[in-house]
């Protein structure tokens, strides 16, 4: 095993330290913002935008289909490897879990659209 040079030892902290914190010190510094404007409007009494209830939900959705296709797209290319390359057909079973977690996702978004329309939210899709 070959001991990793400087270029590539900045690279990893850069890519493993540097870039994650940054990322959440800008999310920190962006709810900060919100939440002060979101006050200043109140001290003024500026009415404030309703907050879209199905945001949330729509994340499940999107999040929900991506895995599904993931989950079919491996299935496609392990079953197809499995055969060309005479690999155990074990390695097909990999493709299960971004679809179940997908699955998931869906009747996740299913039981929120349900509880909204028992709630008498918006207009439920």
Known sequence: MRSLSGTEMIGLLLFFGVFPIGSMIIGYLVQRLRS??????????VPLPRANRLEGEKNFRLAGMICVAAGVGLL????????SLLIPRAVIAVSAIPFLIGVAFLIEYRVRMRELKVRGGESVP
């Open 36 to 45: 002060r404007e979101r006050l200043l409007a109140i001290e003024k009494g």
């Open 76 to 83: 496609i290319l392990f079953t197809s490897l499995a055969v």
